[in-house]
């Protein structure tokens, strides 16, 4: 009994340690170069009635200071030992006058995730991962209606969701095996909450560059830095 117990404290401890060692990284995503200008979007009557100006690509969203949005950013290796559970607080996209809304979100492996429908019209949700055992599907839902809620069992980064009903929506998925990741702001800024102290590689994909950028970084009592610059293809 006494050695049980040794053990229980002892785990109790370490955990306690670990979590205690663990802290933010932060950074910032740079634009080399000038982007291309947005197109105007082809929307139809019904969801351009939505709109009071027109809506256009989201291929660089950025502050106009070299600040780049929509890039998902996540440690690529360096981890030990098993991945946390994932998140009972389900992942969620949305789709809100004919956009999906986030354009770039980030799940863990098997992670709930829930796709939602705001708009008062149909929409269908087909999501087209490319990684063998993340399945395929495409489902109508109704306007407000419920719901669709999914989870994906193996690591995709981007994994595309579009809708047939309206061609020109689209987002992506950063799907991972931790928690451990984030999506840069519209001022390229980003902090990955609560990673362990500890030596990793982090890489940061813009979708339409398509290009990973990676950096090594040591993370300590007083997190890490890690800023990176996406140069335009």
């Known amino acids: 009994m006494k050695m049980t117990n040794w053990f229980l404290t002892t ?3 370490l955990a306690a340690a670990q979590f205690a060692a663990a802290a933010d990284v932060t950074g910032k995503i740079t634009l ?10 082809p929307l139809d009557p019904v969801c351009g009635k939505l709109h009071t100006v027109p809506l256009k690509t989201r291929f660089y969203v950025t502050d106009g200071k070299g600040g780049l949005a929509d890039v998902f950013i996540y440690i690529k290796s360096g981890l030990t030992g098993a991945a946390p559970a994932p998140s009972a607080t389900p992942a969620v996209l949305d789709q809100v006058g004919c ?16 796709v939602l429908n705001s708009d008062a019209l149909l929409h269908n949700v087909h999501p087209t991962p490319i990684v063998e055992g993340n399945k395929e599907f495409n489902r109508a839902q109704l306007p407000k209606g ?21 061609p020109w929506m689209f987002a992506y998925v950063g799907v991972v095996e931790h928690p451990y990741f984030a999506v840069s702001a519209k001022d390229g800024s980003f902090t ?12 940061a994909l813009h979708r339409k560059t398509g290009k990973p950028v990676a950096k090594e970084v040591t993370v300590g ?5 890690a800023d990176f610059t996406i140069e335009l293809q």
């Not at 362990?196 to 890489?203: F, H, L, S």
């Not at 009592?221 to 830095?225: P, R, S």
Request: charged fraction near 20%; proline fraction near 10%.
């Open 99 to 114: 956009e999906y809304t986030p354009y770039v979100i980030g799940v863990q492996v098997n992670q709930k995730m829930n």
């Open 11 to 13: 785990t109790a401890l």
């Open 146 to 166: 419920p719901p669709i809620s999914t989870a994906w069992p193996q690591s995709e980064i981007l994994l595309r969701f579009k809708c047939d009903v309206h």
């Open 192 to 203: 990955i909450k609560n990673v362990p102290a500890g030596k990793y590689v982090i890489e």
């Open 32 to 41: 080399k170069g000038a982007p291309p200008e947005e197109k105007v979007l």
């Open 221 to 225: 009592a007083n997190g890490a830095v």
